[in-house]
């Protein structure tokens, strides 16, 4: 009889033991059913401070050859495209034709970082014989900390406490009009933060965050 009964125990423990398993599987799903959690971004971005100078420094004299007055517009596109101050050069074919549909190719530098635009000559204005207009599109564009700050604080105004964005470096190369791998989340006033972000790209009118 002691050995049946060591058998039944036996059993009965099997069976408890199964089915503690399959109450500590029901845990495991009901876990996986909870909504994910989301990792607050670790950089802050604070409300940048004055207004940054985007016009390129000296601007060309009175005898500058177009190529010179292209340079400087590239320059200034540039520093539109960062929306921040930083030093840039340009450089673009020394011979350049006037002519309408003329197509040159310059390349343009913003804190050491290289874009090349393609640049396609217009018509002159009817009121000057003196100016050129021109096309020109750029092979990649340019986000920065502080134009991210600046789009976010000017579109957000009084509702914003700060931003925290995902180490987002003081200027870094990024195709055009496309979702970068930099984000950013607006934290209101008395808000806390969600981690939940919306992606920054680069335009040609400087950083979006959208």
């Given at each position: ?5 060591l058998a039944?125990?036996g059993v009965?423990s099997?069976v ?7 109450s500590?599987?029901?845990s ?9 959690s ?5 950089q802050?971005?604070d409300r940048?401070?004055?207004?940054p100078a985007l016009?390129?420094s000296?601007?060309?004299?009175a ?5 010179e007055?292209?340079?400087y ?5 540039t520093l539109?495209?960062?929306s ?5 050069t ?5 011979r350049?034709s006037?002519?309408?549909?003329t197509?040159?190719?310059c ?18 204005p009817?009121w000057s ?13 340019l986000?920065t900390?502080?134009?991210?700050a600046?789009?976010?604080y000017g579109?957000f105004?009084?509702t914003?406490d ?5 180490d987002i470096p003081p ?9 970068s791998?930099?984000s ?13 972000a919306?992606?920054v790209?680069a335009t ?5 965050v959208?």
């Amino acid at each position: 009889m002691r050995g049946k009964r060591l058998a039944v125990l036996g059993v009965v423990s099997v069976v408890l033991a199964g089915c503690g398993d399959g109450s500590e599987s029901g845990s495991d799903d009901s876990v996986a059913e909870s909504p994910p959690s989301h990792a607050v971004l670790p950089q802050r971005i604070d409300r940048p401070q004055g207004t940054p100078a985007l016009e390129p420094s000296p601007s060309p004299g009175a005898n500058a050859s177009l190529s010179e007055n292209l340079e400087y517009e590239l320059r200034k596109k540039t520093l539109q495209m960062a929306s921040a101050a930083g030093d840039t050069t340009a450089v673009c074919p020394e011979r350049i034709s006037g002519t309408a549909g003329t197509k040159v190719t310059c390349r343009a530098t913003y804190r050491g970082l290289a874009v090349t635009w393609d640049v396609t000559l217009g018509d002159k204005p009817g009121w000057s014989q003196d100016y050129v207009s021109f096309d020109a599109t750029p092979d990649q564009g340019l986000i920065t900390k502080e134009g991210v700050a600046r789009v976010l604080y000017g579109n957000f105004r009084d509702t914003i406490d700060y931003a925290l964005c995902n180490d987002i470096p003081p200027a870094v190369l990024a195709p055009l009009n496309v979702r970068s791998q930099y984000s950013c989340e607006v934290v209101g006033k008395g808000d806390q933060p969600t981690g939940f972000a919306d992606p920054v790209r680069a335009t040609e009118s400087g950083p979006r965050v959208y």
